[in-house]
């Protein structure tokens, strides 16, 4: 299986703050990378496929990069609704496989 | 508009079996693959297996074959997940989650609210 590890696993931050979160890939996945952001007691939602393309009616704070093994997810201006957990996904082989998340915070 | 909307909460003893379904609507079901994901509570996201587009075939993960099948009815728009044999560490919410490509990449784009299975004797 293909390993994906992100950092931080939490961080803290503010209202109108930058944030980056990485995720690494075990071996090349190329683009193959999605970004999926997590609320408690709700659907998952795609932010970000293809490791930097906008989903449709995403606000344009958030941004990917990468390709190869190493990744980012930017959300510019943190906004209240942003507070929630984020998982990056290989979907590189037919065994997709997930980071272990990362819980953004209000400091 | 696109929905996948899921059964109610289930609640099994070890050794036992569950059947969970997800009815989608607003597109035809067996237009695109759906997924299972699942997520154990304080963990993060596990990959169960996916039902193909045109219920072509089946994969799961290793950690699942031999204990889950994957089906969809297109008569009800209904996709179904089984899982047997159950353990208490499936204990879980699990999710459906619709699997199309864009620019070549699969990736999830609509998911139902899950579904909370507790095993537990």
């Known amino acids: 299986d293909i390993q994906m590890t992100q950092s931080p696993s939490s961080q803290s931050a503010s209202v109108g703050d930058r944030v980056t979160i990485t995720c690494r890939a075990s071996q090349s996945i190329s683009t193959y990378l999605n970004w999926y952001q997590l609320k408690p007691g709700k659907a998952p939602k795609l932010l970000i496929y293809a490791a930097s393309r906008l989903q449709s009616g995403v606000p344009s704070r958030f941004s990917g990069s990468g390709s190869g093994t190493d990744f980012t997810l930017t959300i510019n201006s943190l906004q209240p609704e942003d507070f929630a957990t984020y998982y990056c996904q290989q979907s590189y082989n037919t065994w997709c496989t997930f980071g272990q998340g990362t819980k953004l915070e209000i400091k | 508009q696109i929905q996948l909307v899921q059964s109610g909460a289930e609640v099994k003893k070890p050794g036992a079996s569950v059947k969970v379904s997800c009815k989608a609507s607003g597109y035809t079901l067996t237009n695109h693959g759906i997924s299972w994901v699942r997520q154990a509570p304080g963990q993060g996201l596990e990959w169960v297996g996916t039902?193909?587009?045109?219920?072509?075939?089946?994969n799961s993960a290793q950690n699942f074959q031999g204990r889950v099948t994957m089906t969809a009815d297109t008569s009800t728009s209904t996709a179904y997940m089984e899982l047997r044999s159950l353990r208490s560490d499936d204990t879980a919410v699990y999710y459906c989650?619709?699997?199309?490509?864009?620019?070549?990449?699969?990736?999830?784009?609509?998911w139902g609210q899950g579904i909370l299975v507790t095993v537990s004797s």
């Open positions: 989650a619709r699997e199309v490509y864009r620019a070549a990449i699969p990736l999830f784009d609509f």
């Open positions: 039902i193909s587009a045109y219920n072509v075939k089946t």
